[in-house]
């Protein structure tokens, strides 16, 4: 049985806890929008075991929505 299938990225809590205070203290620290965006694209884009990308968030009146996409979604040009 193949294991290239098996090559993808988990996070074990910790490691996930970590990122989000990081995020976090980013917001505190009023790190700009685009600083922010440009370093969480690079990550995305970098990382060759991410094979989709999951968001989860509530609109207004509370529904529920999830996005999944590709990673090939976050592929940004190089700018000339």
């Given at each position: 049985m193949?294991?290239?299938?098996?090559?993808?990225?988990?996070l074990s809590y910790e490691e996930l806890e970590e990122r989000n205070?990081?995020?976090?203290?980013?917001?505190?620290?009023?790190?700009?929008?685009d600083e922010i965006r440009e370093k969480r694209i690079k990550y995305l884009t970098d990382e060759k075991r991410i094979?989709?990308?999951?968001?989860l968030f509530s609109d207004l009146e509370g529904r529920l929505h999830l996005l999944t996409?590709?990673?090939?979604?976050?592929?940004?040009?190089?700018?000339?």
């Open positions: 193949s294991t290239e299938y098996r090559n993808f990225l988990a205070l990081e995020a976090k203290s980013d917001r505190i620290n009023r790190v700009s929008a094979k989709a990308v999951t968001v996409t590709t990673r090939s979604f976050f592929w940004v040009p190089t700018r000339i």
